[in-house]
């Protein structure tokens, strides 16, 4: 098969690498029982798992941090399914270098070999340059793999979203960290470090495989003599080794913990952990996001300003970026953590969508309903409609719950903040509902097209 390729067409590099490679080159799994850390994708049970076992391939987008292994796994993909190996990187590439392995591809497809395009960084190339993945992606010429740090959800195109599935890769942990780490030491011999120093440099990693194994390298090339303590490790290295902790909260530990903080009404706290991932290099717009959400589930209408805060702390940052807009974020943080708190929206809302589930496709009272044509009338759409503004207090008490269903009360207010005042205007309501008199005084309209207010 390889006369058929031109001379300039490259195959899947070769995988031996010479003694003096980068140790995390070296240590680049052999196949995909060896990758680390991400067994949820390359287990027998998982999404990258299941496809080399059917021995097809769809487009993917791999997401997560750094050195988490999404390289290794494109190469090791296209090992395991027999497919063409080649690569292009985002920071590196344009459009010419695009052109060239599509057209690579294109001809190695003529000559049945399929082509897994590993694209690194996919989120720099812009909105234009993404959509001229679509039709070779769309015609099977690539199987596309994306790699990026980058919520797909706002770095890449729509249309090529819809054509790659996302998958997510963790950051990894310490048993995952420490398991490369003793790789690396069958490979190169004991590290020349104390127990605690060598659990304080798995620390430090903070999920970065590869900057576990760059450090490691480090500490090899040195030839030191005396195994190094914490504190003598945290000098060699000049820079500050985290102190090891066991339970060393990651990226969903420490937006849990902030959120926990928010709704205990624990400003302190909440900054704290705010301080923790903005300062470790999180997202800002991902802590926002989040504290939006916390406006909206857990303070609700017991103070409706807390979205607004949340949505101006959003757009303060977005004008001001780091680090002046980060005040904006920690604004919205203390406004959330001491406003009156409330899940009775968020409560409302799961309770209506369960009920919206179970009772199908039941019809709305014919009485609220329009009636734009004549037929519509005569059979009794809109008929004894009651217009709320022309009853007294502006309110009718109408029925307005699907015939055969009983009212239902999903949103109960708490007996806080504005939700006080919330609570009250129910509760005047349902009293003016349950008063039976007052239907006699209302003057029924009709619900023709032009009647709808």
């Excluded at 015609?139 to 790699?147: F, P």
């Excluded at 800002?284 to 857990?298: G, H, K, N, W």
Aim: contains cysteine.
């Amino acid at each position: 098969m390889s006369g058929l390729f031109p001379d300039d067409l490259p195959a899947s590099p070769p995988e031996a690498l010479a003694e003096d490679a980068p140790l995390a080159d070296r240590l680049r799994p052999a196949h995909l029982g060896e990758v680390i850390g991400q067994e949820h994708l390359t287990g027998p049970e998982g999404a990258i798992g299941r496809m080399v076992g059917a021995g097809k391939l769809s487009s993917m987008i791999l997401w997560g941090p750094p050195g988490t292994g999404k390289t290794s796994i494109a190469r090791l993909l296209a090992d395991a399914v027999g497919m063409r190996f080649a690569a292009v990187s985002a920071v590196f590439s344009g459009v010419a270098d695009l052109k060239k392995a599509f057209a690579e591809a294109e001809t190695a497809a003529r000559a049945g070999q399929r082509t897994l395009l590993f694209v690194d960084e996919i989120h720099r190339f812009n909105r234009a340059q993404q959509d001229g993945f679509l039709p070779f992606v769309e015609r099977g010429t690539v199987t596309l793999v994306g790699a990026t740090t980058e919520n797909p959800s706002f770095a890449l195109n729509a249309a090529l979203l819809s054509r790659a599935q996302v998958l997510i890769l963790h950051r990894l942990d310490a048993a995952a960290l420490d398991t490369l780490l003793t790789r690396a030491e069958q490979l190169e011999g004991p590290l020349p470090l104390t127990a605690a120093a060598r659990e304080a440099l798995v620390a430090s990693a903070d999920g970065d495989g590869r900057f576990l194994l760059n450090q490691a390298e480090t500490l090899y090339n040195a030839k030191i003599a005396e195994p190094l303590d914490p504190a003598g490790l945290g000098k060699f290295l000049q820079r500050r080794v985290a102190v090891y902790d066991k339970d060393r909260d990651g990226h969903y530990n420490l937006i849990s913990a902030l959120h926990k903080a928010l709704r205990g009404s624990d400003p302190q706290a909440a900054l704290y952990y705010l301080a923790r991932m903005l300062t470790a290099g999180e997202e800002p717009l991902y802590v926002l996001r989040r504290l939006v959400r916390f406006a909206s589930e857990d303070i609700g209408l017991a103070d409706p300003q807390a979205l607004t805060q949340c949505l101006a702390a959003k757009d303060a940052y977005q004008f001001l970026g780091s680090p002046e807009g980060e005040l904006a974020i920690v604004q919205a943080c203390l406004y959330l953590a001491s406003a009156p708190k409330s899940n009775a929206a968020y409560v409302a809302q799961k309770a209506a969508w369960k009920s919206a589930k179970e009772t199908g496709s039941l019809s709305p009272p014919a009485n609220i309903l329009n009636a734009p044509t004549k037929l519509m009338k005569d059979i009794g759409y809109g008929k004894d409609y009651a217009y709320d503004h022309e009853a007294e207090d502006g309110f009718s008490g109408a029925n307005y719950w699907p015939d055969g269903m009983e009212p239902q009360r999903y949103y109960q207010p708490v007996e806080r903040g504005f939700e006080r005042e919330v609570l009250k205007r129910l509760e005047w309501w349902d009293k003016k509902r349950a008063d039976p008199s007052r239907r006699s005084d209302l003057s029924p309209r009709s619900s023709g097209r032009a009647d709808e207010k």
